[in-house]
C-alpha cells in the first residue's frame, strides 16, 4: 500500500507490480489498484470544492485612490 497526498488531495493505492521500464500511462494504471474509500473521499472533496464561490469572485478589480491610502496606512508603508 502506498499513499500519495497532494494538498489536500491523497491516494490510497496498492501497488500489484513494478514494471520493467517506464512506459506509457495506460500500462502503468495497469500495475496498482486505488483503495475505493480513498477514491470515494477524493471524489467527495472535490465536489465540495466545486460548490465554493470562485476565490476572486468579490473583487472589483483596481484599487481606488482611498484603497491605497488605507493599504498603505496598514502596511506602514
Known amino acids: 500500500m502506498v499513499t500519495v497526498r497532494v494538498g489536500e488531495l491523497e491516494w490510497v493505492v496498492a501497488v500489484r507490480a ?4 517506464r512506459g506509457p500511462a495506460a500500462e ?3 500495475l496498482y489498484v486505488e ?6 473521499r477524493r471524489e467527495a472533496i472535490t465536489a465540495a470544492r466545486k460548490l465554493e ?5 468579490g473583487l472589483r478589480g483596481r484599487p481606488t485612490k482611498r484603497d ?8 506602514g508603508g
Open 18 to 21: 513494478l514494471a520493467a521500464r
Open 28 to 30: 502503468a494504471r495497469g
Open 68 to 75: 491605497r491610502r488605507m493599504l498603505r496606512k496598514l502596511t
Open 35 to 40: 483503495d475505493e474509500a480513498s477514491r470515494a
Open 53 to 57: 464561490p470562485e476565490p476572486g469572485f
